[in-house]
């Protein structure tokens, strides 16, 4: 059996919804480290396995509620990362943070009142 390593990053919270999704789908994966950085943590799955198919057994919903992104290598989320910063004015990057706290809030009130 071969593994491939796959990234997730997202909104706070996403690592027990994306484990639950991919545990009720009978999806083959292994889990990795808890976080390996603030809202990013790995997932091995079964080479033939596509990635198509980890996103089916994640769920859409799940993707957008958490603005998941999926990458194959630390470097490439890096990567990543440089290029989305660079690409905003101050004014941008102080609007995007202000809208991730309104969506952590809004997610951990909907965990709390369910």
């Not at 991919?22 to 889990?31: A, K, N, Q, T, V």
């Not at 996103?55 to 630390?74: D, G, M, N």
Request: cysteine-free.
């Amino acid at each position: 059996m071969s593994w491939i390593t796959i990234y997730i990053k997202g909104t706070s919270g996403f690592e027990k919804e994306v484990t639950h999704r991919l545990d009720r789908s009978g999806f083959s994966f292994l889990p990795g480290s808890e976080e390996i950085e603030e809202n990013v943590t790995l997932y091995w799955i079964n080479n033939p396995s596509s990635l198509r198919a980890f996103k089916k057994a994640i769920t859409a919903k799940t993707i957008f509620e958490y603005r998941l992104r999926f990458f194959t290598s630390l470097e490439e989320l890096h990567a990543n990362d440089k290029k989305v910063k660079s690409s905003f004015t101050p004014k941008e990057e102080a609007l995007v943070k202000k809208m991730s706290d309104w969506q952590s809030a809004y997610n951990r009130e909907l965990r709390h009142s369910a």
